[in-house]
Nanobody
């Protein structure tokens, strides 16, 4: 059974850090794009950062560039999102998702959540001012 499980969310003060983990079972990340998305109440789901597990090419939304870092550990079938210098506007439920990579560039996968076949249940990140 294919399953994605997020962990690492919580409540932090502005300027703090969190590391989110996305653990996969039922498949490996070797030939997949893994994306981190977030959704705040009343807003649409948006792409945060995505990575190709085959070649390591990654993409970041402008709002998190320079603060967040995505990485993959294929041996552990896990993708991480290191979140530094957190801001209140980062507050959202964060989801990881996976899709077998086709011919599209990685940044395009981060612009459309509809590409993804598998989704985790999400982890809440709350940043207080």
């Amino acid at each position: 059974e294919v399953q994605l499980v997020e962990s690492g969310g919580g409540l932090v003060q502005a300027g703090g850090s969190l590391r989110l983990s996305c653990a996969a079972s039922g498949f490996t990340f070797d030939d997949y794009v893994i994306g981190w998305f977030r959704q705040a109440p009343g807003k649409e789901r948006e792409g945060v950062s995505c990575i190709s597990s085959s070649d390591g090419i990654s993409y970041y939304a402008d709002s998190v560039k320079g603060r967040f870092t995505i990485s993959s550990d294929n041996a552990k079938n896990t993708v991480y999102l290191q979140m530094n210098s957190l801001k209140p506007e980062d507050t959202a439920v964060y989801y990881c998702a996976a899709v077998q990579q086709g011919g599209l560039r990685v940044y395009l996968y981060c612009r459309g959540s509809y590409y993804y076949d598998y989704w985790g249940q999400g982890t809440q990140v709350t940043v207080s001012s």
